[in-house]
């Protein structure tokens, strides 16, 4: 089975800087997803960024991107310009690829690293 | 991205009453979708995947017979807390697998506590 590890509970930026957060996983599997989600207070899921496996280029999206280290087994995120917006639980995830031929579409989430952004 | 509903955003009942939520994917199809449960600050449990016109499958430890899950519809997926208790309290969060994008796009969750 599939596990994902985030190892600081809790992190802080101070607004305007960069800060990184970590993500490893564990699997067998040679392709799948690797995903971040933001829950802020309101707790709605959000979709931050996703990686696939195969591809060897860091996904970004605006502010935020990805270090896809795929033999490390690692994905870590890192949040540049850091706004008070960002503030909020930030969750790693796994998912096999469709392309493995599984049919389970399921989430593995990690812990969660709870981001506070100073002003 | 695609919108999922879910309805009620919270609720607050009686113990030994059933509390019914529902999961509406609002522009897409859903064959698939997923319930959770997750407690104060802590991370998203995965209760079942719910498969339209198929029984659902529970994950382990997860009472089916307490959280019945319907799938009737393409775009709606029903949980059902059964007799609930005080220890069922939480917030029940789904998301719909959108099969064209490849995503799973989340509800805004209900909060359910019982008296």
């Known amino acids: 089975a599939q596990t994902v590890t985030q190892s600081q509970p809790e992190m802080s930026v101070q607004e305007a800087e960069t800060v990184t957060l970590s993500c490893t996983y564990d699997?067998?599997?040679?392709?799948?997803?690797l995903f971040w989600y933001k829950q802020p207070p309101s707790r709605q899921m959000i979709l931050v960024i996703r990686?696939?496996?195969?591809?060897?280029q860091n996904a970004t999206e605006n502010r935020f991107s990805v270090n896809f280290q795929k033999a490390a087994k690692s994905f870590s995120l890192k949040i540049s310009d850091s706004q008070l917006g960002d503030a909020a639980m930030y969750f790693c995830?796994?998912?096999?690829?469709?392309?493995?031929?599984?049919?389970?579409?399921?989430?593995?989430f990690g812990k969660g690293t709870l981001l506070t952004v100073n002003p | 991205g695609a919108v999922v509903s879910q309805h009620p955003s919270w609720v607050i009942c009686k113990s030994g009453t059933s509390v019914k939520i529902e999961c509406r994917s609002l522009?897409?199809?859903?064959?698939?979708m997923f319930w959770y449960r997750q407690f104060p600050k802590q991370s998203l449990m995965l209760m079942a995947t719910?498969?339209?016109?198929?029984?659902?499958?529970?994950e382990q430890g997860v009472e089916k017979d307490k959280f019945l899950i319907n799938h009737a519809s393409l775009t709606l997926s029903t949980l059902t807390v059964t007799s609930a208790h005080p220890e069922d309290s939480s917030f029940y969060i789904c998301?719909?697998?959108?099969?064209?994008?490849?995503?799973?796009?989340f509800g805004p969750g209900t909060r359910l506590t019982v008296l």
């Open positions: 998301s719909a697998w959108d099969r064209v994008a490849d995503t799973q796009y």
């Open positions: 699997t067998s599997e040679s392709d799948y997803y």
């Open positions: 990686q696939e496996a195969y591809k060897q």
């Open positions: 995830a796994y998912r096999t690829s469709l392309n493995s031929g599984g049919s389970n579409y399921k989430l593995t």
């Open positions: 522009d897409f199809q859903a064959t698939t």
């Open positions: 719910s498969n339209e016109g198929s029984k659902a499958t529970y």
